[in-house]
């Protein structure tokens, strides 16, 4: 079975620092792909970054990089230089090579950032 | 511009009632999926398809249903509410393996 695994329910931080958001995941699948959303208090759900578990590198789309760490099982969300309009939910999400299409979400992690 | 749209936004039913949240597409995308967030828990998958008359159970699908009569829609039924469907639900879709791409999201409250 797959299963991702967000431990920071909370986080602070302050305006134009970085900050490191965990999620941690588990599967059996030889071919996966990890995603991060960012859920505003809106409510809209907004794609943020995707990184190929033969990726190389590591994925990068302006402020946003994701630390992916294959042997630990880990693929971190790192937000450099963080805005006001950082403060959101973001959720981290698995698709498996055995479960075709379907995201597996974490619990999610509530980012406030302080001016 | 392609788009996936929910409706109602926010629906308030009573215990019992059949509720029909309706989910359209205009991606093209053959897989659809229908999640219900509670907090806590993320985002679970209630059912999803991968194509017209494909419909599959995910983790919660208790209490749910839903049918692909097209590629464009995806309606999520709640056969007879119950207090404990009470939620935010979403839908989404996506190619093969690709990002998913979500509604706005649907606020049910089930007295």
């Known amino acids: 079975a797959q299963k991702i695994t967000q431990t920071q329910p909370g986080m602070f931080v302050q305006e134009k620092e970085a900050v490191t958001l965990d999620c941690t995941y588990d599967?059996?699948?030889?071919?996966?792909?990890l995603f991060w959303y960012k859920q505003p208090s809106s409510g809209e759900m907004i794609f943020l970054i995707y990184q190929g578990s033969y990726d190389q590198q590591n994925a990068t789309e302006g402020r946003y990089s994701l630390n992916f760490q294959k042997a630990r099982k880990s693929a971190n969300l790192v937000i450099s230089a963080s805005q006001l309009g950082d403060s959101a939910m973001y959720f981290c999400?698995?698709?498996?090579?055995?479960?075709?299409?379907?995201?597996?979400f974490g619990q999610g992690t509530t980012l406030q950032v302080k001016p | 511009d392609a788009e996936i749209t929910q409706s109602p936004r926010h629906k308030i039913t009573e215990t019992g009632r059949q509720v029909t949240l309706a989910c359209h597409q205009t991606?093209?995308?053959?897989?659809m999926f229908w999640y219900r967030q509670d907090l806590g828990h993320g985002l679970r998958l209630i059912h999803y398809?991968?194509?017209?008359?494909?419909?599959n159970k995910g983790e919660v699908s208790d209490g749910y249903s839903v049918s692909r009569s097209n590629t464009e829609d995806l309606p999520l039924t709640l056969e007879s509410a119950a207090s404990s469907q009470t939620s935010v639900y979403f839908c989404?879709?996506?190619?093969?393996?690709?990002?998913?791409?979500f509604g706005e999201g649907s606020r049910l409250t089930v007295l």
């Open positions: 999400a698995m698709i498996g090579s055995s479960n075709t299409g379907k995201l597996i």
């Open positions: 398809s991968y194509g017209v008359q494909d419909t």
């Open positions: 599967t059996s699948d030889p071919s996966y792909g």
């Open positions: 989404a879709s996506s190619l093969l393996t690709g990002e998913l791409f």
């Open positions: 991606w093209n995308h053959n897989n």
